[in-house]
């Protein structure tokens, strides 16, 4: 079955930096786009970023932009979301999705537990 481990959330100072990591199995990783979403307390969810299957395209939202870069690793299958210069309002719960298709991140049908990442000093 479709499995979706996030890691690498915990508590960064504001500017600071941290990692996360989802690693997926279940399907064949290569084959679907996959994407990054989050949800901070009492709002609803947004979606962060997303990366072809083939890692050729990317994209992320504009609160992030310049900030939070995606990436994948198909040999690892594990997909990364690097972020820096972290500010309290990116405290959320992120979560690793995968996409319903190869170069389509906004169609997705399997969800990680989500990893907690909290911004503060």
């Known amino acids: 079955q479709v499995q979706l481990v996030e890691s690498g959330g915990g508590l960064a100072q504001p500017g600071g930096s941290l990692r996360l990591s989802c690693a997926a199995s279940?399907?064949?990783?290569?084959?679907?786009?996959m994407s990054w979403a989050r949800q901070a307390p009492g709002k609803g969810l947004e979606w962060v970023s997303g990366?072809?299957?083939?890692?050729?395209?990317?994209s992320v939202a504009d609160s992030v932009k310049g900030r939070f870069t995606i990436s994948r690793d198909n040999a690892k299958n594990t997909v990364y979301l690097q972020m820096n210069s972290l500010k309290p309002k990116d405290t959320a719960l992120y979560y690793c999705?995968?996409?319903?298709?190869?170069?389509?991140?906004?169609?997705?049908?399997?969800w990680g537990q989500g990893t907690q990442v909290t911004v503060s000093s």
């Open positions: 990366i072809y299957s083939d890692g050729s395209d990317t």
């Open positions: 279940g399907f064949t990783f290569s084959s679907y786009a």
């Open positions: 999705i995968k996409g319903k298709y190869s170069s389509n991140w906004y169609e997705y049908d399997y």
